[in-house]
């Protein structure tokens, strides 16, 4: 019998109208479960707009301030309408190990009565705060990834390139981690292999990611690295200060991500319960020890500590802690967070310099390094004997036996194969927009900023 993960963020939809796949008894949606859901998809649009928007736009030069806010903003927009037109239809309907079909192209047949598989059979909530959670996902990875290129790139190559990258690096990752056929398929072995041979590939290979990991982090980082290596460094760079230019925004955009973020990890259960509040407090307590650990870290090797290694070091608990906020108990994310924040500081600092690129903002440092981390240590701390929930079997209606060596090698799959075909993808996508539009803005451009040379507007007035 194959032991199925309880995969908590998303999955297939067993979208269907009321009564049309269970009869005459069908499952109706908890009032407080989508309650529950429309608080956590608001919280996570506030990760994004305001909140990763202020966090990008304090670090960098005033000069370029609006022109981060302009671009966070526009991708958000741009991604929640590829979403509707054809994202969600890709990522979350039927057609094979890779990419979804076409049947809810502009949202066709997601009505009011639709209703979406939580986690718990006979158990579902609305179709359409389910399409619009997992919207608020496609739109914010994206937007991760422009901190790697801020300050040079063309905002015409941005919106060209993050329709690329959005339609064939984030859906059919989405679609390979998190599309399954819901947990009411899994009646009995036969029904289980045939309800599994129809998830995503590395839902097959039992890779687990409760809510972005491979998704999200790994996947935004590896495109952004390999921006900051197509674009190529900034005018100056290593030569003049690049130093942010309000802390303070940088402060109040990582205190809205954190807040956000609860939204982000706790909604990903799907339902209002037990395990939503462990992810809610597992999010709180690796937060809290990366913000420590690096702040400490830092305050060893630099002697002093710094406002902006706290907000990082805040961040990377919030990256590294996503793939493991539903598997894995409070002593658990305790150590996630711990290592998080020095393992981040390391890769902003050592690792960055290894790679030579100027990764702007530390996309790869921080949610590269965090992604991988996290992902991997889900394996280790989702272990029941180490606090963690394991995994569940659908069949058997229970927790199966766990193996940390063969749920370390999914892992390992859904890693590697995030790392291969988002670079893939990213690398083809960048050269393309080089070629047709070309990827940055003149020297002159780019010495005077982008905000009056890109958007005629500045963030201040003098």
Not at 173 to 182: C, L, R, T
Not at 333 to 355: M, P, S
Request: with cysteine.
């Amino acid at each position: 019998m194959k032991k199925l993960s309880l995969l908590p963020v998303v999955a297939a939809l067993l979208a269907v109208g009321a009564g049309a796949a269970f009869g005459a008894d069908a499952p109706v949606p908890n009032k407080g479960d989508t309650s529950w859901m429309i608080v956590a998809t608001v919280l996570v649009s506030l990760m994004t707009i305001p909140g990763l928007a202020l966090f990008y736009g304090g670090l960098v030069r005033t000069k370029n301030m609006l022109s981060v806010l302009m671009q966070v903003f526009t991708v958000f927009c741009l991604c929640m309408v590829l979403w509707v037109v054809y994202g969600y239809s890709l990522a979350f309907t039927e057609g094979n190990a890779f990419f979804g079909g076409f049947s809810k192209i502009l949202l066709i047949g997601v009505t009011v009565d639709s209703v979406a598989a939580t986690f718990s059979k006979g158990v579902v909530i609305p179709e359409l705060i389910y399409v619009f959670f997992q919207a608020t996902f496609a739109a914010i990875t994206p937007a991760l990834i422009l901190g790697a290129f801020a300050e040079r790139m063309k905002f015409s190559a941005v919106l060209a390139f993050i329709t690329l990258w959005f339609t064939f690096a984030y859906l059919p990752i989405a679609h390979m981690v998190w599309f399954w056929a819901g947990p009411d398929a899994y009646t009995d072995a036969d029904a289980a292999a045939k309800a599994g041979a129809t998830a995503g590939f590395l839902f097959q290979k039992g890779a687990i990611d409760f809510a972005g990991g491979t998704v999200v982090h790994i996947n935004a980082a590896i495109a952004g690295l390999i921006g900051a290596f197509m674009v190529g460094k900034r005018v100056g760079y290593g030569k003049e200060s690049m130093a942010p230019h309000s802390l303070t925004m940088t402060m109040i955009g990582a205190s809205l991500l954190w807040v956000g973020w609860f939204g982000f990890n706790a909604g990903s259960n799907l339902e209002a319960t037990g395990l939503a509040a462990l992810a809610f407090g597992n999010t709180m307590t690796a937060t809290a020890a990366a913000a420590l650990s690096w702040l400490f870290a830092e305050w060893m090797l630099k002697g002093k500590p710094s406002m902006l290694g706290a907000a990082s070091g805040a961040v990377s608990g919030l990256v590294a802690i996503t793939p493991a906020c539903g598997w894995v108990g409070i002593g658990g994310a305790l150590i996630i967070g711990l290592l998080a924040g020095v393992v981040c500081l390391w890769g902003v600092n050592g690792l960055k310099r290894l790679l030579g690129a100027d990764d702007a903002l530390d996309v790869f440092g921080v949610h590269g390094v965090g992604g991988i981390l996290g992902a991997l240590l889900t394996g280790i701390f989702a272990n029941p004997a180490l606090g963690g929930v394991g995994v569940y079997d659908y069949v058997a209606n229970k927790v199966a036996d766990y193996s940390t060596t063969g749920q370390m090698i999914s892992q390992l799959w859904g890693i590697g194969t995030t790392l291969l075909w988002s670079g893939i993808v990213s690398l083809v996508a960048y050269k393309v927009v080089d070629m047709v539009i070309g990827l940055r803005v003149t020297v002159d451009e780019e010495r005077e900023g982008l905000d009056t040379t890109s958007h005629g507007e500045s963030a201040y007035k003098y």
